[in-house]
């Protein structure tokens, strides 16, 4: 079936530090699946952090990074150098045909 | 100025109790969607709708119904909660199916006792 999974967390990591956090994905049904990163910052609703809908392209947003590999089915996500503003919770999504399936979501912390 | 709208954003509910959760979007946005998140589960979808007057199960709508009487609102209903349905729940909108970008509420925390 199609699934999505990435880092569990929690991931704790200190001010001006690089991050990643994996994801990978199965999608047996989508031919031409969109991948997604979420975040979800506390007392709020999911927002779009970055989406990428063709094959081997990059997207980019608010210094994260993440490049949409097919051949290792993979869609890390990247950022040189994390702010305590960026405590949240980050979820891969897959989507195609109207719908998303999303992983587990990965908390980031992010210590002073 | 919040485009996804859900109410309540907190409520108790008894077992066996009726309870709807309600959502509205000032996106114009054609499509809605019910997701609940459990520890341990990303976001599951319960039911969706492509337009007013339309709604289609999810991946797991047992105990859950739904109603989009309008393209703005959707519902959320569940006729006799349990203490399984006790979740965060959210809505989202969304446009165009071949871009799949959704737009979310800020969720409504559920408890069944």
């Known amino acids: 079936g199609d699934s999505v999974t990435q880092t569990e967390g929690p991931v704790t990591v200190s001010e001006s530090e690089s991050l990643i956090i994996n994801c990978t994905y199965s999608a047996t049904s989508i031919a031409y699946p969109n991948l997604f990163w979420y975040v979800r910052y506390p007392g709020e609703g999911l927002q779009l952090l970055l989406k990428v809908i063709t094959a081997g392209q990059k997207g980019s947003s608010r210094g994260f990074e993440a490049t949409y590999n097919k051949e290792t089915t993979s869609f890390h996500l990247q950022k040189a150098s994390v702010q305590e503003s960026d405590s949240a919770v980050y979820y891969c999504a897959l989507g195609g045909g109207g719908k998303l399936i999303f992983g587990l979501g990965t908390t980031l912390q992010v210590q002073p | 100025e919040a485009a996804v709208t859900q109410s309540p954003r907190n409520k108790v509910a008894v077992t066996g109790g009726k309870v709807t959760l309600s959502c509205n979007q000032t996106?114009?946005?054609?499509?809605m969607y019910w997701y609940r998140q459990d520890t341990g589960h990303g976001l599951r979808l319960i039911h969706y709708?492509?337009?007013?007057?339309?709604?289609e199960k999810g991946d797991i709508p047992d105990g859950y119904k739904a109603s989009r009487p309008s393209q703005e609102n959707f519902s959320l209903i569940l006729e006799l909660a349990t203490p399984s349905q006790t979740s965060v729940y959210f809505c989202a909108s969304g446009g165009d199916l071949s871009q799949n970008t959704l737009y979310f509420g800020a969720g409504t925390r559920l408890s069944v006792l």
């Open positions: 709708s492509y337009g007013a007057g339309s709604t």
């Open positions: 996106n114009n946005h054609n499509n």
